[in-house]
Structures are given as structure tokens and as C-alpha cells.
């Protein structure tokens, strides 16, 4: 869940224009996510699609849902330059793989983006209950975070749920991460 700080106290970052809707913006990728990722060899690609395939079976039952959001997933972090496996632990911890998920504060989606971005980084049109929007938004916006904090994974997930100097939440994260999507490369 993002949350916008007090009116004065808060910068809207510069981040480059996402369109959300435009299939080439979100849709052009080279041979296949999983070389992008760094996985290059068939056989691994293979191995990481279905470990990743079982372990979201967890929180999504039905198999013919699973490899899209995945493909989805892994498009949207490699296209930012972040691990898949991080974008999922975002996700279980935000939304548990709910695409309609509403929080209380307004934030929108797997990855519970706050629709104010939508003016910094998108479109008004744009919806943020379309899985690929909400995951091409997310992962822009905790790519930004990261590069804004120099590659500090607590400030940039405190920064991502609003709760910087607080550790409450990027510790959830790295303990999903940890615990169900680590995966040694």
C-alpha cells in the first residue's frame, strides 16, 4: 500500500511516462522473459517455470491462471531491472495475488498502486486492476525507489509502502521473499 505523506511534505518523483495501455510499451520483449531474467539455459528456464508455477499454486489454485500472471510478472521486473522472485514477494505481501484488491487507504491491484501515480507516470484512463498495468506501474515505481536509495532494499520497500524509517514492512517482504520465493541463481 502506498501512502501519500502530508500536502508540502511530499515530492512527486521523476519517473519516466508509463503507457500502461500501449501493447509495444508492454508487450515487446526479446526471445523469451526468462533469458532476459538471466536464466539463459532451456532446462533452468524450464525448472524456474514450474517451481515458480507451484509455488504460487499456493495462493492461486487454478493452474490456468498461474502462467499468465507469471509471464506477466516476469515481464514487468526484468522490463524494470528487478528480480521476479522480489516482485512476488511485493505481491504476496500487498494483495496476496489479488488483482481486485482495494486497501483501506485507496491503493489499487497486486501491487496496491496508489492512483495518484497514474498522474505522475501514466495516464488517467489507465487501469490499475488490469494485472500488466498494475505490475508495469509497481515495478516502475520500486525500480525508482531502489535507484533513489542507492540500491538500499529496506529504504526502497519502506519508500514503496510509504512507512520510510519504519522496518515493519520491508521485513514482511524479505521474509516472503525468503521464505517462498528465494531462488539461487
Known amino acids: 500500500m ?4 502530508p500536502a508540502g511534505a511530499w515530492t512527486p518523483p521523476t519517473l519516466p511516462a508509463l503507457d500502461a495501455s500501449s501493447p509495444s510499451e508492454l508487450t515487446t520483449y526479446s526471445d523469451s522473459p526468462s533469458a532476459r531474467a538471466g536464466i539463459n539455459d532451456p532446462f533452468d528456464a524450464q525448472v524456474w517455470w514450474l517451481d515458480m508455477d507451484y509455488r504460487l ?4 489454485t487454478t493452474k490456468t491462471m498461474r502462467r ?5 510478472v516476469m515481464q514487468a521486473a526484468t522490463r524494470a531491472g528487478l528480480s521476479p522472485e ?5 505481491i504476496q505481501v500487498e494483495s496476496r495475488f489479488d488483482a481486485r484488491a482495494v486497501s483501506p487507504a485507496g491503493a489499487i491491484g497486486l501491487m496496491q498502486v496508489m ?6 507516470i501514466g495516464k488517467p484512463e489507465d487501469d490499475l486492476f488490469d494485472p500488466q498495468t ?5 515495478c516502475t515505481i520500486l525500480a525508482h ?7 538500499d532494499m529496506t529504504d526502497a520497500l519502506a519508500r514503496y509502502n510509504g512507512s520510510l524509517g519504519q522496518t515493519w514492512y520491508p521485513e514482511r517482504v524479505m521474509q516472503a521473499w525468503n521464505n517462498q520465493w528465494w531462488v539461487i541463481r
Open 2 to 5: 502506498l501512502v501519500q505523506a
Open 57 to 60: 499454486g499456493r495462493f492461486i
Open 68 to 72: 499468465p500472471l507469471l509471464e506477466k
Open 86 to 90: 522480489l516482485v512476488m514477494a511485493v
Open 115 to 120: 492512483p495518484f501515480w497514474k498522474k505522475i
Open 134 to 138: 498494475n505490475l508495469a506501474y509497481g
Open 145 to 151: 525507489y531502489l535507484s533513489t536509495e542507492k540500491g
